[in-house]
Structure formats: structure tokens, C-alpha cells
């Protein structure tokens, strides 16, 4: 029953490096989500896709790109790493965007040095 | 713009009392409303889905409220257990975002 599922777990990046994010899904949902979560700060959306073959930008995507392979997963790119890029990235998926429960991975804590 | 907000940040509370969490929105037009449990260095747990057309959804010792004309929604949790402690977040979908909460870290003492 594994739902969704982020990889890695834990990243230490150096400035100007480049790393993805993974995340699949086996619960068949349209939407899926990457946020990032500051100490203090709620969660901030990335990126979405609403569909498959769709993305979207959320409310802070400067830095980061998306790929919505097939329908499962869900991936997230840092072409150039910056220490502000430090914190916890939480993948999601629910059926449809905006108005269905939504599903959460483990998060990737990542570290930009 | 849509803001969320939870007060308090902190709550510290023996085993067995009944508490309240709160949850506030600036805009009513939500399509629905979610709180979430967070463990240290672990993902998000979803708790309750309030659809805008409920007043209320109840989970075990869990109840969450959401009046939408005044902002509001609060979780409460019966019986509080030191396995309670977490982080709660609420979530507001509005304008096909999830928009979120800072979050309240609960402790209950044993």
C-alpha cells in the first residue's frame, strides 16, 4: 500500500548543482503536486499538474522545473542549486485538483551548501 | 488573496483533556477544507475532508467544524493522548490550490 512515494529522503547539494526529485503515485490520480516547506511557513505549491501531459505553475516556481512523465509520476528539477532552495519538499497527488483529498510522500530534505 | 492562519503556533496540554484547534480564512469562496498530521521528519497525514456544502466531519476522537461565512474552522480532539502530539496544518482549496496554515505544534504531557 505504498501511495506516494519521494526520492531521495535527504540531499546535500552544493551551490550551482543540479539534482531531481522523484515521485510516483499508485493510486491512479490525475493531479499531482510539489510544495516546499519552510520552518515557520506553511507549505508553498511549486508546481502542479492537473493532468497528465499538463503542469502548471504554483505560487513559487522561479528555479525549479516539472515533468510529468505518465500518469504515476512526477518529478522535480533543480538546474541550478542556490542555498535559499534549502527545505523540505513534499510531492502530493489527489483525483482531481482543487477539491479532492489530497495524499502526501515522506518528503525530501534537502541542503544547499 | 487567500490567507490561512492557525493560533495558536504551540499548545501544551495533559493526557486526557479535550482541546480545540483553530483554523481562519480571509476568503469564503473555498471549494473545501482539510486538516493534516505531521510527525517530525515524516510526510503529511490527512485527518478530515470538509467539503463548503458540510458543517462538520468526524473521525474516532477527532471533529472538525468549518463555518465558511465567518472563516473558520476548528479541530477538536477528545480525550487527548501523548500519541497526539504532532504538528496539525489545515488546508483551504481555493482557486484549485491548496493554500495552507503555519501549523500548530500540539504537546500532550503524560
Known amino acids: 500500500n505504498a501511495g506516494v512515494t519521494q526520492t531521495p529522503k535527504f540531499q546535500v547539494l552544493k551551490t550551482g548543482q543540479s539534482m531531481t526529485l522523484q515521485c510516483a503515485q499508485d493510486?491512479?490520480?490525475?493531479?499531482m503536486y510539489w510544495y516546499r516547506q519552510d520552518p515557520g511557513m506553511g507549505l508553498r505549491l511549486i508546481y502542479y499538474?492537473?493532468?497528465?501531459?499538463?503542469?502548471d505553475k504554483g505560487e513559487v516556481p522561479n528555479g525549479y522545473n516539472v515533468s510529468r512523465l505518465n500518469k504515476r509520476e512526477f518529478s522535480l528539477r533543480l538546474e541550478s542549486a542556490a542555498p535559499s532552495q534549502t527545505s523540505v519538499y513534499f510531492c502530493?497527488?489527489?483525483?482531481?485538483?482543487?477539491?479532492?483529498?489530497?495524499?502526501f510522500g515522506q518528503g525530501t530534505r534537502l541542503t544547499v551548501v | 488573496k487567500q490567507e490561512v492562519t492557525q493560533i495558536p503556533a504551540a499548545l501544551s496540554v495533559p493526557e486526557g483533556e479535550n482541546l480545540v484547534l483553530n483554523c481562519s480564512f480571509t476568503?469564503?469562496?473555498?471549494?473545501?477544507l482539510q486538516w493534516f498530521r505531521q510527525d517530525p521528519g515524516k510526510g503529511l497525514t490527512s485527518l478530515l475532508l470538509?467539503?463548503?456544502s458540510q458543517r462538520e466531519q468526524t473521525s474516532g476522537r477527532l471533529n472538525a467544524s468549518l463555518d465558511k461565512s465567518s472563516g473558520r474552522s476548528t479541530l477538536y480532539i477528545a480525550a487527548s493522548q501523548p500519541g497526539d502530539s504532532a504538528t496539525y496544518l489545515c488546508?483551504?482549496?481555493?482557486?484549485?490550490?491548496?493554500?495552507w496554515g503555519a501549523g500548530t505544534k500540539l504537546i500532550i504531557k503524560p
Open positions: 476568503d469564503s469562496a473555498i471549494y473545501n
Open positions: 488546508a483551504v482549496y481555493s482557486n484549485y490550490q491548496l493554500i
Open positions: 470538509i467539503q463548503s
Open positions: 499538474s492537473a493532468s497528465e501531459g499538463t503542469t
Open positions: 502530493a497527488s489527489s483525483e482531481a485538483t482543487g477539491r479532492t483529498e489530497a495524499f
Open positions: 493510486m491512479n490520480h490525475n493531479s
